[in-house]
């Protein structure tokens, strides 16, 4: 049982982790990404290749699979400048069937759809299997933490402020004088650079990864899980995802409660409960559980003359 909620706290970072990639080129800079799951990929594969061909160190091979997916992100956004709204957002959904399609045709090196499987993670042959997950849950943490210090310190950042003021209204921001194309391209590569570390994260975990596993139902669940939590807020988003995959694997015990159910039933009344949780949730909460904090220009103080 210890080793089933270290395992499922390490799928719960590491989906926080996602949601505030997510939510720094959604929530803060108002940009739409529907390729979460290439991004996430593109992560996952790069440190597995690294890490099982080159033999490089697993830190570096999670270095190298921020980096890829980072340089994915830049470039995807460099030649969707002049893209807006329901047409980014497809645009970047095609590009992560993209990935998944390359990840299962491209045999000589990702292996198709058997995928690829042996890759390393910490002490994996040295340690217990409920040691391993132990270990690796303070790791992913750590992680996390350090994410969440960061994008806090870049929300109330003039840089984050720039962004906010994109997402609020771009051309605004040019008339201001700040340049929003290389705003809007940091901002997607360093997103996207996030999703790609989530994504070393879970392969070395899990120590396998293949094409099923990047299906676009990873996206939901995140944007799901920000949504949750308070679309702009980055403890809102981790919060999120927490209680978002509570939610998931909460469920799972519904079908040993209640007698009588067969078949596709128990799967079906999962879903159902999930989607009314989160109903309720988002009906009285709307805007989330931690929802984004507003800023105020403090009142100026009268000076009267005697």
Request: proline share 5%; net charge positive.
């Amino acid at each position: 049982m210890e080793s089933y909620l270290a395992s499922v706290a390490i799928f719960a970072a590491i989906y926080a982790v996602l949601a505030l990639g997510l939510n720094l080129v959604w929530g803060i800079s108002g940009l739409i990404n529907l390729g979460l799951a290439g991004f996430f990929a593109l992560g996952a594969y790069a440190s597995a290749l690294t890490t099982i061909r080159l033999g490089v160190p697993i830190a570096a091979g999670e270095t190298i699979g921020f980096l890829t997916a980072a340089l994915g992100g830049a470039i995807l956004m460099a030649v969707t400048l002049r893209l807006r709204g329901d047409y980014l957002a497809v645009v970047t959904l095609g590009f992560a069937e993209t990935v998944r399609l390359t990840a299962s045709n491209e045999i000589w090196l990702t292996h198709g759809t058997d995928g690829l499987s042996g890759i390393p993670g910490p002490w994996r042959g040295v340690l217990t299997p409920a040691a391993f997950n132990g270990v690796y849950l303070a790791i992913v943490i750590v992680i996390l933490a350090i994410l969440l210090l960061l994008a806090e310190r870049l929300r109330a950042s003039p840089y984050g402020r720039v962004l906010r003021a994109i997402r609020d209204d771009d051309q605004v921001a040019t008339v201001a004088g700040k340049p929003v194309a290389r705003f809007k391209i940091q901002a997607f590569a360093l997103s996207a650079g996030i999703m790609g570390l989530a994504g070393a994260l879970y392969g070395h975990y899990t120590s396998f990864v293949g094409p099923d596993l990047f299906s676009p139902i990873i996206t939901i669940y995140i944007f799901l899980a920000v949504t949750l939590g308070g679309v702009g807020s980055n403890w809102g988003v981790v919060v999120g995802a927490v209680v978002l995959m509570a939610l998931l694997e909460g469920t799972r015990f519904l079908a040993e409660a209640i007698p009588g159910l067969a078949g596709a039933q128990p799967a079906a009344l999962r879903e159902m409960v999930i989607g009314l949780a989160l109903l309720v949730m988002m009906r009285t909460r709307p805007s989330g559980l931690l929802p984004e904090p507003t800023y105020r220009r403090p009142k100026r103080m009268e000076v009267r003359s005697p």
